[in-house]
């Protein structure tokens, strides 16, 4: 599919520049921790605090160019911090807290890993969150430790804003999920304007209408930091957060904030409308009026037809309209967003002979129901091609390939990693799909990720977790995934072969025993 507008040049062109345009406005964020419990920070106040951790990182040592891990929640320290890397000249690398405090072996084995991988030099984050990173930081050995932000802005003198250039390095970015090899991502300042000038076109209602946005989302990922953080301080419009955890146990403040912020747009993964609509009780929603919602983007895993159906019937009653849903497409490699249902078009659906999704296959009608993401978002080209790089006509499946100016930069310090999916200016996506009435339909990965609640996940990482599981014969276990007509989203397949020790254990003694492993790691 060719997107044929004209490319401008995205206006403003670096982050920094879109925060200071930011700050001559009314507008800001607002952080909610519960239905009565709201604290708000202009984008005035951002630039004045990010200007002072700018200062506080200067004098710490951090110098233009360097790497800074963020490991902070969804509170006013995330954006202060994050513009105060940029305004500092430095490269933020937004990294996800501890929450398990029973797995935090795991946490500082991953979070050593990104670390080392992105170069970090220094980690800023508040008291309690530094009280359990004792381990992560031992293990990463960073040049300049790790920083508490209050520490960092009390008495620094605000520093002068170092003036990004377009292609200078943004944010260094890790997909959801740990890996056992983490890709940070590279992205520049103009990929990153570049995606919220392709983002802008969906979030245009009718004249008069004001932009507003309601987020959950981990802001350490890019459908949080990017979709709703950096689009917000990009163009006009409030922004209401909420931390992803006070989601996961109250599901319903999510709707609930966007019938009182009246909001016009909120974006979540697959498996957030199935959780609303089997965990919302009716009462919850008393009072709600979900009619300002035009825009309610859904992406991040393989989308489930039935899975949008129940919603927007379970929530019409409350002024939700299901053309509202905007299935979508994206991945970190391309800063977010790559194919997006347009605003006012009801989602679109197929069914397919599962049995005829190989590439190069045409797309024969069958049973397996399958979920249109719309056409590219602005400036942004998409290509079906075969294993030899061969473009391929519509209702053929194969690998999508992108081209547009949003693509990361490189897997930063990983020549051979980045030579392997850029090529010719076009990313391969390691996804599989078939272009239907220019609408893109995703039906697989070539890539080995098994996608869970919207967290990616290696299949070697499942393996891992049963090597030494008694009655488990070593190194004969494959992880996968399979996606069944009624379920809510993705789910894990195991294949495990029994060891031959193992002939007194029963089979559901032991798939038990699998399933503990499994969810304990």
Known sequence: IRESAPRPTPQPVTLDAALARAARGDDGLTFVNGPHDESTLSWREVEERAHRVAGGLRRAGVGPGQRVALI?????????TFFGAVLAGAVPVPLYPPVRLGRLDDYHAATA???????ARMIVTNRRIRSLLGETVRRARLVQGCRILDDLERGADPAPRVHARPDDLALVQFSSGTTRTPRPVALTHAALMAQCVALRPLLDGPEGTEHRGVSWLPLYLEMGLIGSLLGAVTFPGPLTLIPPEKFLVQPALWLQTISRQRATISPAPPFAFAVCTRRIR???ME???LSSWRLAICGAEPIQPSVLERFGERFARWGFRARALAPAYGLAEASLAVTCTPPDEDPSFATVDPGHLGVGAEVRPGTRPVTAVGPPVAHVDLEIRDDAGRTLPPETCGHIWVRGPT??????DQPAATAAVLRDGWLDTG???FVRDERLYVIGRTKDIVVIRGANHRAEEFEACLHDLAGVRPGRVAAGSILPPDADGEELLLLVERSPHAHDVADADLAAAVARRIRER
């Open 407 to 412: 693509l990361m930069r490189e897997y930063l």
């Open 72 to 80: 902070l929640p969804t509170d006013p320290d995330f954006p202060v």
């Open 113 to 119: 890993g990104m670390l080392a991988a992105a170069g």
């Open 287 to 289: 009072g709600c009026d």
């Open 282 to 284: 009716d009462e919850e």
């Open 431 to 433: 996804d599989l799909g």
